[in-house]
Nanobody
Framework: QVQLVESGGGLVQAGGSLRLSCAAS????????MGWYRQAPGKQRELVAD???????NYADSVKGRFTISTDNAKNTVYLQMNNLKPEDTAVYYC??????????????WGQGTQVTVSS
């Protein structure tokens, strides 16, 4: 069973930076995308950023220009560099890997989540 191990969360003051990392415990084949989601208390989980196998990246409007996603495909690792953090970025951040099962079906692996807290 593949596990995604996250690290890098913590407490930071507004305007600060954090770098999240997520590594898969074993090789994953047929990856469609690797990305990060977050869930704040009382809110639904939302996409923060992802990077597709086709080479495109997508960002939530709220983080554009501040967050950067990168991947090391050889290591099945995905990173999220977060700069100029704001209190509204406070959430549990989850790593996600979406992989192809068939031509019409995909599956997801999820990390356990890492807390990011931004103080004002």
């Amino acid at each position: 069973q593949v596990q995604l191990v996250e690290s890098g969360g913590g407490l930071v003051q507004a305007g600060g930076s954090l770098r999240l990392s997520c590594a898969a415990s074993q090789s994953i084949f047929s990856i469609n995308a690797m990305g990060w989601y977050r869930q704040a208390p009382g809110k639904q989980r939302e996409l923060v950023a992802d990077s597709t196998s086709g080479g495109s990246t997508n960002y939530a409007d709220s983080v554009k220009g501040r967050f950067t996603i990168s991947t090391d495909n050889a290591k099945n690792t995905v990173y999220l560099q977060m700069n100029n953090l704001k209190p509204e970025d406070t959430a549990v951040y989850y790593c996600n890997v979406r992989y192809k099962i068939t031509s019409y079906a995909t599956g997801d692996y999820w990390g356990q989540g890492t807390q990011v807290t931004v103080s004002s």
